[in-house]
């Protein structure tokens, strides 16, 4: 279990993130991060994922510029807990840049869609 969760995404990483054209206004949601104390339970996960879409904005290539680095501060128990990860954003691209990702969402979508209008026309023939 985490409590007083305090992570830090480093600023250089933060102003590459404002100098993109589709994730600018992220960058200030992850610095607000800092000033926020969270409570974590065991086995949970804090997520939160960057979309880069490959449309030729150069987007991936700013966050490049800087590794991202983040620093997590947290206790459990009495004892207090400090770590550090880097990230350099060069070469992962396969993990934070996938072409087919915007189609694969709107394609669950239309799905959930289609399932919806079904259930609805059972609906209103019972």
Not at 31 to 51: G, Q, R, W
Request: aromatic letters at 8%; a negative charge.
């Amino acid at each position: 279990m985490a409590e007083k969760l305090v992570i830090n995404v480093s600023s250089e990483w933060l102003e590459c993130l404002r100098n993109t054209q589709k994730n600018s206004n992220v960058a200030d949601t992850l610095e607000k991060l800092k000033d926020i104390e969270i409570f974590l339970p065991a086995d949970d996960k804090y997520m939160y994922s960057i979309c880069v879409p490959a449309d030729g904005t150069g987007d991936y290539m700013k966050l490049c510029e800087k590794p991202l680095i983040i620093n997590v501060q947290y206790y459990s128990g009495e004892k207090m807990y400090k770590e550090r990860f880097e990230l350099p954003m060069k070469g992962i691209n396969c993990l934070i840049n996938t072409s087919n990702y915007v189609r694969m969402e709107q394609k669950k979508r239309d799905s959930l869609d289609e399932i919806g209008k079904q259930l609805e026309k059972i609906a209103s023939e019972t």
